[in-house]
């Protein structure tokens, strides 16, 4: 059994991106244990906040989504755990249609990865740490910055889930010890995903559709909502 000591060795070792996702594929490694090692998370800390809202008389519809897409492959690290646990992936993810593309759009980022995560009644999304695997493949070759956990010399690099639909009752979003709810069409929060376990599930009788984007701000306007605490206001 690893120890938190040597998943920290073997971090401190990495020098590009595509050794950071080589040792997330490591079958001698256990995905959770690694990264929880890595996490400065405690309870009481700050886990998500609100960056934005988005205005305006638009509405998301399910059935415009385009056909689900296929999932980010699992590391061969976190696999057989989840199996065991008897998770599923725990959501469709779709790309982005002709709305959300907009919505993309509109919030002034760059380096952008988007989706449409749909949960739907009954999946759960099992407890863990974002290691930002998928979205950084085609930066294999930079050199891996492991303070921020991206590619060194990026802007600083966002997970950003913005709520296409009002929230139900039967929606949970749990971050650390905290709960995301109530949260209004157009919401925008970012989350501390280096450090902070996350899990969500759909315990109500419809859909759940998120839109996740990770990205960097064109300016510094999500780190200055963050610090003041005022959202920025967007209109579609």
């Known amino acids: 059994m690893i120890t938190g000591e040597e998943y920290q060795q073997k971090y401190n070792q990495i020098k590009t991106v595509q050794e950071w996702i080589n ?14 090692s890595l996490s400065n998370y405690k309870p009481g800390n700050k886990t998500f906040w609100k960056i934005a809202e988005i205005n305006g008389n638009w509405e998301f519809k399910m059935n415009e989504l385009p056909a689900p897409s296929a999932p980010c492959a699992r590391h061969p690290s976190e696999q057989h755990i989840l199996e065991k646990a008897g998770h599923t992936h725990g959501f469709h993810r779709h790309a982005t249609g002709s709305l959300t593309q907009k919505i993309v759009d509109l919030l002034e980022l760059e380096n952008i990865t988007a989706y449409i995560n749909v949960q739907p009644p009954g999946l759960v999304k099992n407890l863990h740490i974002d290691s930002l695997s998928c979205d950084l493949k085609n930066a294999a070759d930079l050199e891996f910055d492991k303070e921020q956990r991206q590619p060194k010399g990026y802007p600083t690099m966002y997970r950003i889930m913005v709520a296409l639909t009002d929230w139900q009752p039967g929606w949970m979003f749990q971050l650390g010890v905290d709960q995301w709810v109530g949260w209004k069409k157009g919401d925008i929060i970012a989350f501390d995903w280096q450090n902070v376990p996350h899990c969500t599930a759909n315990a109500s009788f419809v859909d759940r559709p998120l839109l996740k984007i990770t990205a960097s701000a064109k300016n510094s306007w999500i780190q200055d909502c963050i610090n003041s605490g005022q959202p920025k206001r967007f209109t579609l």
């Open 23 to 36: 040792l997330l594929n490591d079958n001698s490694v256990n995905y959770f244990e690694l990264t929880q």
